[in-house]
Structure formats: C-alpha cells, structure tokens
C-alpha cells in the first residue's frame, strides 16, 4: 500500500465525525429555532385569543351600556308624556268633574266593596267626553295600551277601557303618585291586550305647585322600546332582554315570549353588572353583559352566542398558523444553506487538517498538504499545524543521534551503583538490629524503673497512712476518755434524778389520801346539812302549831335552813374541786410512775455505754501499737524501694546512651545506602529514558524512511524483550554522600 492510499484510508476514518458534527450543528440550530418558533407561536395564538376576548368583552359591555341608555331614554320619554297629559287641561278638567261627579253621587265615604258592587258594569263615573275622546286619540300614536284618569279620591273618571276595579285609592301605585308625583315603571301583562306593557303613573295638578287632584295612569306598549334596542347593537350577533327581578322577560330583540322566564335567568340575577359573564342554556353556550336600570328593578342582559367568538378565533388562529407555516418553510431553506456554509467552509478544512493531525499521532511525519489560503481561523490553524509538522520531523531526526550515546552511558553507571548500594544495604541492615535490640533493652529498663517508681511511691502512701492512722487513733482514744468521764457525769446526775422522782411518786400517793380525806370530810359535811334541813322543817312545823309562842322558833329554824343551803351548796362546790384534784392527782402518779421507768432504762443504757467505751478504749490502745509498727516498715520499704530505684536510673541512662550512638549510626548507614539507591535510581531513569527517547524517536517516519521497513527497537527493550512505556522523563536531585 502506499502512502497516498494510506491517507486516503485515515481520512476516511474521520469522515463520519465530520458528517456527525455537521448535522449536531444543524439538528442543535433546527431544534433551538422550532422551540423558539413554538414557544413564539403559543404565546402569539395566546396573546391574539385574549386579545380577540378582551375585545368582544369590551364590545358586549358596550352595547349593553348603549342598551342601558336607550331604555333609560324611552324610560323618561313615557315619564314626560304621563306628566304633559296628566297636565292638560282636559284631563285636569276630569278629574275635577269626577270629584264634583262623586260628591254629587254621594260616593265619598262609602264602603270599597258597596262602591265595586254599584260600579261592577261601567267600571267608571263616565265624565268628560272630550277628554275620553283625547285619550283614545293618543293611543296609537304613542304606543298606548290603555289610560286612566281618577278624581281626588281615587274613583275611575274616564277610562279608555274596561279596568278591573272602580276604587284605586287602595292601590300602591295611585298612593305614590298623588304623594310623590310620579311612579317608577313597572312591567305588567295586560289581559285586555293581551300584551306585556310598561306602567307609569302620575299626579294630575292645575299647577306644578298644587296639590293632587287626582291621578293618570298610562300603560305603553314595547314596540317603540324594542325597536330602539335593535339599533342601539354595534353587531348584528348582538341582542338584548330586558328582564324584571324575577327573571321574566320585559322587552327582547332575540324573539323571546314575553314575561316568561328568560332561559339562564338564575346565572343573570347573579352575575355582577359591567362585566362578561358565560352561562350555559338549553340552546348552547351564551356570552351576556349584565347592566342593573330602571332603579335596580330591571336588568338589561346584551348577549350572544359563545360560539360565534369561538369561530372568529378559530379563523384568525388559522390565519396565524397558516404564516406560522410558511415562516417554518423559510426556517428549513435557511437552515440548508448554513448547512452548505459549514460544509464548504469548516468541514472540509478541518477534515484535511484531522488526516494529517492523526497521521503525525501514528508517527507519521512525512505527511505534506497544502493550507488553506484564507484569513480565517481555519485558514490560520492549517498554517500553523504544516509548520508544527516541520519542527516535528527535525527535532526527531536531532534526537535519535542523541538517544544511543545517552543509553549506553546510563548503563555504565547503572552497573557501579547497584554494587555499592549492595554493600551499604548489609551495613545498614547490622546497625539496625543492633539498635533495635538496644532500644528494646533500654525500653525494658525504663520500664523496671518505673515500676519501682511506682512501688516507692505505694510505700510513701502506706507510710503516711500509717501516720494518719496513729494520729486517728490518739485522738479516738482522747474522745473516748472524755466521753467514757462524761458518761460518769451522766449515771450521777440519773442516780440524783431518780431519787427525786421517787421522792416525788411518794409526794403524790401522800397528797391522793389527804384528798381521800377531805372527801370523807365533805360527805360528813353533806349528810351534816340535810340533818339541819330536817331538823329546820320540823322546826318550823312546831312553831307553826305554837302559834304566836312558836315565832322564835320559827325565826330559828329558818336560819338554820338557810345555814343548812350553804353548808350544802358549798359542801357540792369543794366536792367537785376535791374531784378534780383527785383526777390531776392521779394523772401525776401515772407521769410519776412513767418517769421513774424511763429513768430505769435509761440508767441501764448509761451502764451499758460505760462498758462499751471501755472496750473501744482497749481497741484504739491495740491499734495504736500495731499501727506504729506498719509505720516503722513502711519506713524500710520506702528506703529500699529508694536504692533499686537509683540503681535503675543509672542502668537505663547508660543503654539510652548506648542506644543512641547505635542509632546515630544506623541512620548514617541508612543515609549513604539512600545516596547510594537514589544513583543507582538515577542511573536506571537516565538508561530508561534515553531507551524511550530512542523509542519514540524512532517511532517517527521521516522523509528518508520507507513505510514498509521495521523500525529500530532501544537496546534496552530489546534484552528486557518487552515495550518501555511511555512516559516523561523524571531526573531526581542526587544529595551528597553522607559520611558516617
């Protein structure tokens, strides 16, 4: 094979990461601008569909404004004419003849349903004929179903038909007008007409100022309000209802029954006014703008059909999706012309340049192309890497001359290193056992030394006990004297204590029968005053039948009854004193008694402490002298632990000298078998790499080589009889030989 084929074969090698990166670029571009384009387009279908809402909301409150006003105009257009009819002076006319017709009748005062009953035929007085004739000329060119005008008090004057009552005054409608003037509308169906009208009521007065003679009552038909609806829609999609508190239609442009219930009249009712509310009804979904008038009586609903907006969005959104994609056709042509750009400009280039780029990684340094002559950065790599392809083959071609003198020389000083770092290995290897079993000796050493440490200060612990203890016990046997003469003290002083209380037990039993005594004594002096108060009684009894020679004894015998009372009345008084002495009396013997047992026992506890203090006495003497003696020995220990220990100290100071001169040894040997290995390292890296320098060296193809011949191996990896990496090439700094 030949060189250009060989090219041929690299290059297409790359081809498929060329096309690869070309379409990554292309496909990256095409994504990015359809998620652009997407997002673009969603948020523009978006933007218009709230656009398009926002303006069919804004244009449903509008015409529903423009409904408002409408009504509202008709509205006081009905309330000017009722006020300009109720004012002329026909009408005025007759409503005054009706009062003056009523009183003539008789009519005022009576009962309503006596009046209903005389009336229920004509249902009116019949008065004034040209005012009837007025009012019925009126009727078709205002939009009238039907008129009543009423006398002061609220009886039927003339009427252009037949109305259900003849007395009004008990009517809501006539109360507000002759109070206020005139009524708000409000819708009815006439059953007459057979129509929905709009009902408007007013005071008839001579003059603004006057007060009410009476009242006109006009009912206008829709057409007219109707009419003016269906042009007041900016959009023929556009209808209007008129609808009452209850949902009922009033007036419709959309051909609904009037007074029934609009359909979704329950989502109206309750829909804020002003604003765009959606419902759904039996015919489909409805858009409606909702606006309260006539008084919040009324509410005027502008709707349409939801699905006409739904259609106007749907064609615009067609629009937009229809230039979305012709946009997107633009996008693709644009995107294949950049596709032939990158082609023409980038790929082709960097195609060439990665042949060559790839050849040069094989070692193949003879490749020549031709650079693009453009200023671009593509124009400037291709320059730039024909140049490094030049340098390359020269700097190769200094190399490998170098590569073979270089080997050989490493070799030399590899071959000198490894038997002096032999030498220093076993040097090294005898200073280190000899160190280490010094280092073990001193360490056992130092060990024994603390040991005795240890010991010695074991034996200046017992030595102080057994000073502490000694000094424990003199001052225990001290305390124990002391309180053995206290006790002493105490078994006196109880013998003296003990005889007073006996003393005193007697004292009491003595007092107990002197009480016994006077308690003998007291009865005597008892029996002593009932013998008196017998003897007073018969006393008095002689005397009594003495008569007035018996007066003496009687004055006798009553002082000796009353000496008797308070004999006896004191005898009773010293008996329950005698009682309660003799109660106390008896308590103090049992106290007496007590006191004198306890003073028993506690002279038995008081003998039983003396003999107990003297047996501690005897034991603290005992532990006194064989403590003195443990204190004497631990005195002999302390000593001798004192010599092992010096002994010691002096035995280790000597190994941890020994040891260290082995050590200083052993490192200087270790250090000089380093500097030795780090040469015969260095030998070794320099021997392997000027064998990788020659490798890759002669890994290169030059000009001058033949493709198909072997190329030169390093003699190194030639006897080795395995490939050397490749790798860079590490020199470490040589320190200088240390001596020992």
Same mark, same amino acid.
Do not use: C
């Given at each position: 094979?030949?060189?250009?084929?060989?090219?041929?074969?690299?290059?297409?090698?790359?081809?498929?990461?060329?096309?690869?990166?070309?379409?990554?670029?292309?496909?990256?571009?095409?994504?990015? *601008? #359809?998620?652009?384009?997407?997002?673009?387009?969603?948020?523009?279908?978006?933007?218009?569909?709230?656009?398009?809402?926002?303006?069919?909301?804004?244009?449903?409150?509008?015409?529903?404004?423009?409904?408002?006003?409408?009504?509202?105009?008709?509205?006081?257009?009905?309330?000017?004419?009722?006020? /300009?009819?109720?004012?002329?002076?026909?009408?005025?006319?007759?409503?005054?003849?009706?009062?003056?017709?009523?009183?003539?009748?008789?009519?005022?005062?009576?009962?309503?349903?006596?009046?209903?009953?005389?009336?229920?035929?004509?249902?009116?007085?019949?008065?004034?004929?040209?005012?009837?004739?007025?009012?019925?000329?009126?009727?078709?060119?205002?939009?009238?179903?039907?008129?009543?005008?009423?006398?002061?008090?609220?009886?039927?004057?003339?009427?252009?038909?037949?109305?259900?009552? &003849?007395?009004?005054?008990?009517?809501?409608?006539?109360?507000?007008?002759?109070?206020?003037?005139?009524?708000?509308?409000?819708?009815?169906?006439?059953?007459?007409?057979?129509?929905?009208?709009?009902?408007?009521?007013?005071?008839?007065?001579?003059?603004?100022?006057?007060?009410?003679?009476?009242? #006109?009552?006009?009912?206008?038909?829709?057409?007219?309000?109707?009419?003016?609806?269906?042009?007041?829609?900016?959009?023929?999609?556009?209808?209007?209802?008129? #609808?009452?508190?209850?949902?009922?239609?009033?007036?419709?442009?959309?051909?609904?029954?009037? &007074?029934?219930?609009?359909?979704?009249?329950?989502?109206?009712?309750?829909?804020?006014?002003?604003?765009?509310?959606?419902?759904?009804?039996?015919?489909?979904?409805?858009?409606?703008?909702?606006?309260?008038?006539?008084?919040?009586?009324?509410?005027?609903?502008?709707?349409?059909?939801?699905?006409?907006?739904?259609?106007?969005?749907?064609?615009?959104?067609?629009?937009?999706?229809?230039?979305?994609?012709?946009?997107?056709?633009?996008?693709?042509?644009?995107?294949?012309?950049?596709?032939?750009?990158?082609?023409?400009?980038?790929?082709?280039?960097?195609?060439?340049?990665?042949?060559?780029?790839?050849?040069?990684?094989?070692?193949?340094?003879?490749?020549?192309?031709?650079?693009?002559?453009?200023?671009?950065?593509?124009?400037?790599?291709?320059?730039?890497?024909?140049?490094?392809?030049?340098?390359?083959?020269?700097?190769?071609?200094?190399?490998?001359?170098?590569?073979?003198?270089?080997?050989?020389?490493?070799?030399?000083?590899?071959?000198?290193?490894?038997?002096?770092?032999?030498?220093?290995?076993?040097?090294?290897?005898?200073?280190?056992?000899?160190?280490?079993?010094?280092?073990?000796?001193?360490?056992?050493?130092?060990?024994?030394?603390?040991?005795?440490?240890?010991?010695?200060? #074991?034996?200046?612990?017992?030595?102080?006990?057994?000073?502490?203890?000694?000094?424990?016990?003199?001052?225990?046997?001290?305390?124990?004297?002391?309180?053995?003469?206290?006790?002493?003290?105490? =078994?006196?002083?109880?013998?003296?204590?003990?005889?007073?209380?006996?003393?005193?037990?007697?004292?009491?039993?003595?007092?107990?029968?002197?009480?016994?005594?006077?308690?003998?004594?007291?009865?005597?002096?008892?029996?002593?005053?009932?013998?008196?108060?017998?003897?007073?009684?018969?006393?008095?009894?002689?005397?009594?039948?003495?008569?007035?020679?018996?007066?003496?004894?009687?004055?006798?015998?009553?002082?000796?009854?009353?000496?008797?009372?308070?004999?006896?009345?004191?005898?009773?008084?010293?008996?329950?004193?005698?009682?309660?002495?003799?109660?106390?009396?008896?308590?103090?013997?049992?106290?007496?008694?007590?006191?004198? =047992?306890?003073?028993?026992?506690?002279?038995?506890?008081?003998?039983?402490?003396?003999?107990?203090?003297?047996?501690?006495?005897?034991?603290?003497?005992?532990?006194?002298?064989?403590?003195?003696?443990?204190?004497?020995?631990?005195?002999?220990?302390?000593? /001798?632990?004192?010599?092992?220990?010096?002994?010691?100290?002096?035995?280790?100071? *000597?190994?941890?000298? &020994?040891?260290?001169?082995?050590?200083?040894?052993?490192?200087?040997?270790?250090?000089?078998?380093?500097?030795?290995?780090?040469?015969?390292?260095? =030998?070794?890296? /320099?021997?392997?790499?000027?064998?990788?320098?020659?490798?890759?060296?002669?890994?290169?193809?030059?000009?001058?080589?033949?493709?198909?011949?072997?190329?030169?191996?390093?003699?190194?990896?030639?006897?080795?009889?395995?490939?050397?990496?490749?790798?860079?090439?590490?020199?470490?700094?040589?320190?200088?030989?240390?001596?020992?």
């Amino acid at each position: 094979m030949t060189a250009p084929d060989q090219t041929d074969r690299d290059a297409s090698q790359w081809l498929p990461s060329e096309s690869t990166l070309r379409r990554r670029v292309v496909l990256v571009l095409g994504i990015a *601008g #359809i998620v652009v384009f997407g997002v673009g387009g969603w948020l523009v279908l978006t933007r218009m569909t709230d656009v398009l809402r926002d303006a069919a909301n804004s244009r449903l409150v509008e015409d529903a404004r423009r409904g408002v006003l409408v009504v509202q105009q008709q509205m006081n257009e009905r309330a000017r004419q009722v006020e /300009l009819i109720g004012s002329t002076p026909t009408v005025v006319d007759a409503a005054l003849e009706g009062g003056q017709r009523a009183r003539a009748l008789g009519l005022v005062g009576q009962p309503i349903a006596a009046l209903e009953q005389r009336f229920t035929v004509e249902r009116t007085m019949g008065v004034a004929p040209r005012a009837h004739a007025f009012l019925v000329s009126e009727i078709r060119p205002l939009d009238i179903a039907e008129v009543l005008v009423t006398d002061v008090n609220g009886f039927n004057a003339v009427t252009t038909e037949k109305t259900s009552d &003849f007395v009004q005054s008990d009517e809501g409608w006539w109360t507000e007008a002759v109070a206020r003037g005139l009524t708000s509308a409000t819708a009815v169906y006439d059953e007459s007409a057979a129509q929905v009208v709009v009902s408007l009521a007013g005071a008839v007065r001579e003059r603004d100022r006057d007060k009410a003679i009476g009242a #006109i009552k006009i009912q206008f038909g829709l057409r007219t309000l109707e009419k003016s609806l269906a042009g007041a829609a900016s959009s023929r999609t556009t209808v209007y209802d008129v #609808i009452d508190s209850s949902g009922r239609v009033v007036a419709t442009t959309s051909g609904q029954v009037r &007074f029934r219930v609009l359909p979704g009249a329950g989502a109206v009712l309750a829909a804020p006014t002003g604003v765009v509310t959606e419902y759904e009804t039996e015919d489909g979904h409805v858009r409606a703008a909702v606006t309260s008038l006539n008084g919040e009586l009324w509410r005027l609903v502008a709707h349409e059909d939801a699905d006409i907006l739904g259609a106007v969005i749907a064609a615009r959104q067609r629009l937009v999706l229809g230039g979305a994609a012709g946009v997107f056709l633009v996008m693709l042509v644009m995107l294949w012309f950049v596709s032939r750009f990158i082609e023409r400009r980038i790929t082709t280039p960097v195609a060439a340049l990665a042949r060559v780029s790839e050849a040069v990684a094989a070692g193949d340094l003879s490749q020549r192309f031709a650079p693009s002559a453009s200023d671009d950065e593509i124009g400037r790599l291709g320059r730039a890497i024909a140049s490094m392809v030049g340098e390359l083959s020269r700097l190769a071609t200094e190399m490998r001359s170098a590569g073979a003198s270089t080997a050989s020389f490493a070799k030399s000083i590899t071959m000198g290193a490894e038997g002096l770092s032999a030498s220093a290995q076993e040097i090294a290897g005898t200073s280190n056992d000899l160190s280490r079993r010094t280092v073990d000796m001193a360490d056992t050493i130092q060990k024994m030394s603390s040991d005795a440490s240890r010991l010695r200060e #074991i034996a200046s612990q017992m030595s102080t006990g057994a000073r502490t203890g000694v000094e424990r016990n003199t001052a225990l046997r001290t305390l124990a004297q002391e309180n053995r003469a206290r006790f002493d003290d105490s =078994a006196t002083t109880l013998e003296r204590l003990h005889a007073e209380v006996t003393e005193n037990a007697q004292a009491v039993e003595a007092l107990a029968l002197a009480s016994a005594e006077i308690r003998a004594f007291v009865t005597l002096v008892q029996k002593m005053s009932r013998q008196s108060k017998l003897l007073a009684l018969n006393a008095a009894m002689e005397a009594a039948r003495a008569g007035e020679h018996g007066q003496g004894f009687a004055v006798v015998a009553s002082e000796v009854r009353r000496l008797a009372a308070g004999a006896s009345e004191s005898a009773e008084r010293t008996e329950a004193l005698v009682r309660q002495v003799l109660e106390r009396i008896e308590h103090s013997r049992e106290s007496s008694a007590r006191s004198v =047992a306890t003073l028993d026992h506690v002279r038995a506890a008081t003998r039983h402490g003396l003999e107990s203090f003297g047996l501690v006495e005897q034991a603290v003497a005992e532990s006194e002298s064989w403590t003195n003696a443990l204190a004497e020995l631990a005195g002999t220990s302390q000593q /001798l632990t004192d010599d092992v220990t010096e002994r010691l100290r002096r035995v280790a100071e *000597g190994a941890e000298s &020994f040891a260290s001169a082995m050590q200083q040894v052993a490192a200087t040997t270790e250090e000089q078998s380093a500097s030795t290995q780090e040469i015969a390292a260095a =030998a070794t890296s /320099l021997a392997e790499a000027a064998a990788r320098l020659q490798h890759l060296v002669t890994a290169f193809r030059l000009g001058g080589d033949r493709p198909g011949a072997p190329r030169a191996r390093p003699e190194s990896q030639a006897e080795a009889g395995e490939p050397r990496p490749s790798a860079s090439i590490v020199m470490p700094a040589l320190p200088p030989l240390a001596t020992a």
